[in-house]
């Protein structure tokens, strides 16, 4: 009997070397991280200080220049919101990249009680009184812009409601989206990295003025002093203590040595879409070039660089495009889609 017992513990013993040598070890999953918890600008593919810019927020994913965007665009992490400026009949400075309401980008909010302003899905209403410039911020505050204008070039833009700026698609002021990136910095529904990127995240403001079209903006501007435009936009931003994080850029340059005047120590971005003028813009204080990226060669970026201009340009949807100019060494992007950027 205790033979049999000893073969049987044997038999056994040797069974279960077999099964624990067959059977693969148990390993502990790794941990997944938080929803939110987006690291901002943590791409090791990026050089250090390289400026992410969401262009009008993040209009590749969210209809542009609204809350819902700039939320997106915070929530990827950006160091850097981009953004258009105009001025309204009250004086109000207003987020918005055309000079008029548009009807493949709003339409009249079915929440919006009389008196109505024109209304853009209207044909025989006359263009020129859906400009900025004619309406007051109250009227525009009746419009809904969650339209996108190009679903073939934006296929994955969604006018999806976001966490803190919910289905909130008004136009903005400026001083609003100030106060939203404040809220932002200290709400609770974000990750720790994201509401401490948003406590530094730097504000490039675009005054919409044209040397071609003084219309466009509708104020006193002489071409050489301040207007109430550059006024009123250097009230805002001086009542914000935000100096030291915002950028002035436009395609008027004469725009920006006005606003040069009004805050000395404002960073001042050049915008071109062809020959630039490196030498009168490093002269007249201009910290930023930002050209067109199909028309920048490594010899202008060399000259850029040798002036003391950062180089940023607009506006690299590409993922190829943006390996391709990271390595040629501009300093930031401007782009569409920041999740390319920096995923």
């Known amino acids: 009997m205790n033979v049999m017992v000893r073969q049987l513990c044997s038999l056994l013993l040797i069974a279960v070397v077999i099964v624990a040598a067959c059977t693969p ?7 997944s991280p938080a929803a939110g918890a987006t690291t901002p600008a943590a791409n090791a593919a990026l050089p250090p200080g390289f400026d992410v810019q969401g262009h009008r927020g993040a209009r590749g994913l969210q209809p542009e220049n609204t809350l819902p965007a700039f939320e997106t665009a915070l929530d990827l992490g950006v160091s850097t919101l981009e953004l258009d400026l105009h001025l309204t009949a009250d004086g109000e400075v207003v987020i918005w ?14 929440m919006a009680a009389p008196p109505l302003p024109p209304d853009p899905d209207d044909r025989a209403v006359a263009g020129d009184t859906l400009n900025l410039s004619r309406l007051t911020f109250a009227d525009l505050q009746r419009y809904r812009c969650d339209r996108n204008p190009d679903p073939g070039r934006f296929p994955d833009q969604r006018a999806t409601p976001t966490t803190l700026a919910g289905d909130n698609y008004q136009i903005v002021r400026l001083a609003d989206l100030f106060t939203f990136v404040e809220r932002y910095a200290g709400s609770d529904a974000k990750s720790a990295a994201q509401r401490a990127n948003a406590a530094t995240v730097n504000f490039n403001i675009e005054t919409k003025r044209k040397p071609d079209d003084p219309a466009a903006i509708g104020d006193d501007f002489d071409g050489v002093n301040p207007g109430r435009f550059e006024q009123a936009i250097a009230r805002i931003v001086g009542a914000a203590g935000l100096t030291d994080r915002v ?4 395609f008027d340059h004469r725009s920006l040595w006005a606003m040069r005047t009004l805050l ?3 960073r001042l971005a050049a915008l071109t879409t062809g020959p ?5 813009f490093a002269q007249r204080g201009a910290a930023i070039w930002s050209p067109n990226y199909t028309t920048l060669t490594a010899a202008q970026l060399d000259a850029a660089h040798a002036l003391g201009l950062a180089v940023i340009p607009w506006t690299v949807n590409d993922a190829a495009d ?7 060494g501009v300093d930031g992007l401007i782009t569409d889609r920041p999740d390319r950027l920096l995923e």
């Open 25 to 31: 070890p148990i390993v502990a999953p790794a941990s």
């Open 97 to 110: 990249h055309d000079e008029a309401i548009t009807r493949d980008k709003c339409g009249l909010s079915s």
């Open 247 to 250: 950028i002035v850029q436009s």
């Open 264 to 266: 000395p120590d404002v």
């Open 276 to 280: 630039a003028a490196l030498p009168e």
């Open 322 to 328: 943006m390996q391709r100019l990271i390595a040629l």
